[in-house]
């Protein structure tokens, strides 16, 4: 099976992966989409961010939190994989035999190695009964799983179940077949869509593929492994659908309370300090001079359209305050948490942040500081 793995072929002006470019697109206004549906956003996330925050907010909340985000992530795939479906001629009375269902699990493999969410190889499928694949190095065993059996739902049109087991460090056996009954909580995770914003964003692109180079100057594919890396920061990133996280958020408000948002921006505040400090923009100790301390903000918020996370469109600095205007923004506790974390890492102090939305699909967000810092 490993012979078969061919590696990605390359943008010759670029070196980007050309499936990358073909199937996501950049657009102007802050947002990523898919090829196949321009509603469906997609984002591009730090693995050590995504890793931390279900454990702390676990930790702190003392619970699990692991089915929310399973079944969260399996709407997501199913939207995913269904939005493909769908968007193919015939490809429903297609992947009725056997041999096209066969495709459209390599199909799947490829999917993992394109977003650097894992590795993944077909072990032995047999179309409507069972499939069994090994798995490397995926971003988060349950969330890859969760993938797994969203692929097969939409594939099979049945609900599936799936157990699996650990190889050897990093590599799993997992293994779906078709269940009766369906999760209780499935019924309420349904995707919410939001509206999108129309932006005037100009990117500077690759002329050849017409991905920023921003990104491609910094991304590098490892498709035997199955990760992507930041090669400025020797980080793993991955690209996922723009709504598991939000999902699952939202479904744990609805249990626990607003506290949970609370969780949210806390836990993206402290990665972002540690993010800015890791590209360099926050060196010293003292505070920056305010030339330089725009210089710098405006240096971090030009990555978030590249990253799917929002459009700023507009910054604001005084008086040790910092105003932010997004549009589109990716999850709003979550940017709330990257501007508080960001005022913190180029200012050394803390900070408190607040944000209004002016309308659908539009932030203002104010980061000041902190009620009792000097
Ligand atoms: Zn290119």
Redesign the pocket.
């Known amino acids: 099976m490993m012979g078969r793995d061919r590696a990605l072929m390359r943008?010759?002006?670029?070196?980007?992966p050309r499936i990358v470019?073909f199937f996501i697109r950049w657009n102007d206004n802050g947002t990523i989409s898919q090829l196949m549906r321009k509603d469906f956003r997609v984002v591009v996330l730090h693995f050590g961010f995504l890793d931390n925050l279900f454990s702390n907010i676990e930790a702190k909340l003392g619970i699990s939190i692991e089915h929310i985000a399973f079944e969260a992530q399996r709407n997501a795939s199913k939207a995913t994989f269904q939005a493909f479906y769908d968007k193919l001629p015939g490809a429903r009375v297609l992947t009725r035999p056997g041999f096209a269902k066969r495709l459209g699990v390599e199909g799947f493999n490829k999917v993992g190695k394109i977003t650097g969410q894992c590795h993944s190889e077909t072990v032995e499928y047999k179309p409507g009964r069972y499939g069994v694949a090994r798995i490397r190095n995926p971003f988060n065993f349950e969330l890859m799983a969760a993938n797994v059996v969203g692929a097969f739902e939409t594939l099979e049109g049945v609900p599936f179940k799936h157990k699996w087991e650990e190889e050897s460090p990093d590599t799993y056996v997992i293994r779906v077949e078709p269940t009766g009954e369906r999760a209780e909580i499935a019924e309420r995770m349904d995707l919410a869509f939001m509206r999108i914003l129309p932006g005037c964003l100009v990117h500077d692109r690759?002329?050849?593929?017409?991905?920023p180079r921003a990104l491609?100057s910094h991304l590098k594919w490892m498709e035997s492994d199955g990760i992507i890396l930041d090669t400025r920061t020797g980080s793993r990133i991955i690209m996922l659908d723009g709504y598991m996280v939000r999902t699952v958020f939202r479904e744990m408000v609805e249990e626990l309370g607003d506290e949970v948002n609370e969780l949210l921006v806390d836990a993206q505040r402290e990665w972002t300090v540690d993010h800015v400090g890791q590209l360099g923009l926050a060196e010293g100790s003292a505070p920056l001079p305010d030339a330089e301390l725009e210089k710098a903000y405006r240096e971090y918020l030009k990555n978030m359209p590249l990253y799917g996370l929002g459009n700023p469109v507009q910054f604001e600095m005084a008086d040790s305050s910092v105003k932010v205007k997004v549009e589109n923004p990716y999850e709003v506790h979550i940017i709330a948490g990257t501007l508080q974390g960001l005022r913190e890492a180029l200012e050394k102090s803390r900070s408190a942040v607040e944000w209004e939305q002016e309308s659908e699909g539009s932030v203002v967000y104010s980061v000041t500081p902190a009620p009792d810092s000097k």
Request: glycine share 8%.
């Open positions: 943008c010759r002006e670029c070196g980007f470019s690759c002329p050849r593929c017409k991905v491609s």
